[in-house]
């Protein structure tokens, strides 16, 4: 099996750091929202580089990652631009030597034994109407709840 594992809402908390950029309390949930004059797909657009290279890693991030290093050929696989994504991972995570994917189109690559962990319900529906298997990880995103490792050992078992 091969896990491709995507960073924003998975393993990058993108959306904190946005938030904090833009001065806001909480995620604007896919709406215009006046305070800080942006749509839903412009809200990371607009954000300058210092913000994406500098933004946290998730608390289970380091675990997750490692768990499927372990066990599974896993590549990273992103729609982020890859100057903002591979320095980060590097930084955070300077043990990975994995395989960099970018692309917007994440469903060309979904196959036999070939897992998606993404939190984005569209990327997922469209890798399982490809012929591949995937975890939607919970995220602020959709409507799951938890940290996903439970399904996670379901599925690596």
Not at 13 to 19: E, K, L, N, Q, Y
Not at 88 to 96: A, D, G, L, M, Y
Not at 113 to 142: K, V
């Amino acid at each position: 099996m091969i896990i491709f594992m995507d960073i924003d809402g998975v393993l990058r908390d993108i959306v904190a750091a946005g938030c904090e950029h833009y001065g806001l309390d909480e995620w604007p949930k896919g709406i215009y929202n006046p305070a800080v004059a942006v749509d839903y797909p412009n809200f990371f657009k607009a954000l300058p580089d210092s913000v994406w290279l500098d933004a946290a890693p998730y608390n289970h991030a380091n675990k997750l990652l490692n768990i499927c290093c372990m066990h599974y050929v896993t590549v990273i696989c992103s729609s982020s631009p890859p100057d903002v994504t591979i320095p980060w991972v590097e930084k955070t995570f300077p043990w990975f030597d994995g395989e960099y994917v970018f692309t917007e189109n994440k469903a060309l690559l979904a196959g036999k034994d070939r897992l998606l962990i993404d939190d984005y319900t569209n990327n997922c529906d469209q890798w399982a109407a490809a012929g591949g298997l995937y975890l939607l990880w919970p995220s602020i995103g959709n409507s799951l709840v938890g940290n996903g490792f439970t399904a996670l050992e379901e599925m690596l078992c």
